[in-house]
């Protein structure tokens, strides 16, 4: 036996609740671990309250990330007491996820935990920093270098935002944080933002072109947010798309993209190949300070995760929430 969250849906209605769940109900899978830490994520707290139709069978185990070591493998690139990471795959979607004590996975989801980091540090990045990594890679990959300009991070104070702004800014980026929170102004420059912007500027309709001002973007928020840093990036910028916190319309025009050659990057961090994953863990590793961790993340217990997704859904989390899933 080993505990767990447990989502249900029956003809009595929507329940999570922490419960003993039997070693036999483990889904099928070829590597068996023992989570040491998982984490709460927004599509977490969506699955948790039953707000979306996040999750896709019942019953479910949420969580999309865990970090933990390996008790039994029958997959050639795992051995008893390896340390692994997984993130996304549909993982507390459509197969038991990370909330749990214990987890039975496909291994091709697994990657080898960096030596860089514990596996609460990993917990303290998870989805949302890998998810952040990637958005760096791909302003890199389409050529947005410090030199050329401001980069804005949206939706700053949360997990993607916060490790956003670590990153670009220990690389040498200006960045420019928006939030909802001004009282995380103080938190977001000592996370390295240079200057940081109430989100009542982005949130309304706009104009189809407005003065060119990022050479960058990472949005987490979508619909007129979104909208707005595309008609506001320079010209041949890149705006990352990540997230869809404030909607999944984009009520935009096509004009920043035919007048001034920006790039809309969509970023998937659920299904994205295992080469790209290794890429952002590694470069993680490097350009992550680990003294910001401290900063970003608050750790809570595994029956705490079920009240803090309300909060987190409120906007009241700041940052990354790691949960240890043995205390």
């Known amino acids: 036996m080993f505990k767990g969250i447990l989502i249900d849906k029956t003809e009595h209605g929507y329940t999570a609740g922490v419960r003993d769940i039997d070693d036999a109900a483990l889904p099928d899978g070829n590597v068996t671990v023992r989570v040491a830490y998982s984490t709460l994520n927004y599509k977490d707290a969506l699955a948790i309250t ?74 303290a990045i998870g989805t949302a920093g890998y998810t952040a990594m990637l958005c760096v890679l791909a302003l890199e990959r389409h050529g947005i270098t410090p030199d050329k300009g401001e980069v804005l991070v949206t939706g700053a104070s949360g997990g993607v935002g916060s490790v956003a702004v670590a990153v670009l800014s220990k690389l040498g980026y200006r960045v420019v944080a928006v939030t909802g929170r001004p009282q995380e102004a103080d938190y977001l420059s000592q996370l390295g933002a240079a ?32 909208a707005n840093i595309c008609a506001s990036t320079q010209y041949r910028g890149v705006v990352t798309a990540c997230g869809l916190a404030g909607g999944m ?79």
């Not at 990057?265 to 299904?271: P, Q």
């Not at 970003?296 to 595994?302: A, F, V």
């Open 195 to 226: 200057q940081v912007l109430d989100r009542t500027a982005f949130n309304a309709p706009g104009k189809a072109l407005a003065k060119e001002r990022w050479a960058g973007a990472v949005d987490t928020v979508g619909s007129h947010t979104l």
């Open 249 to 327: 319309d984009l009520p935009a025009s096509v004009a920043p993209f035919i007048l001034r050659g920006v790039t809309l990057a969509g970023i998937d961090s659920v299904m994205c190949p295992r080469p790209d994953r290794l890429q952002a863990w590694a470069r993680l590793a490097t350009d992550l300070d680990l003294g910001k961790l401290t900063l970003i993340t608050h750790q809570i217990s595994l029956a705490e995760a079920i009240p803090t997704a309300q909060k987190l859904l409120d906007g009241q989390v700041r940052g990354r929430v790691v949960v240890d899933v043995n205390a």
């Open 50 to 123: 039953g707000q979306s139709p996040v999750v896709r069978k019942f019953p479910m185990v949420p969580g999309i990330d865990l970090a933990g070591t390996v008790e039994s493998s029958d997959h050639a690139d795992y051995k008893t007491g390896d340390t692994v990471v997984l993130n996304g795959w549909g993982v507390g979607e459509t197969h038991w996820g990370g909330l749990a004590q214990r987890a039975r996975l496909n291994g091709d989801w697994l990657v080898p935990l960096p030596e860089a980091f514990t596996p609460a540090q990993a917990m």
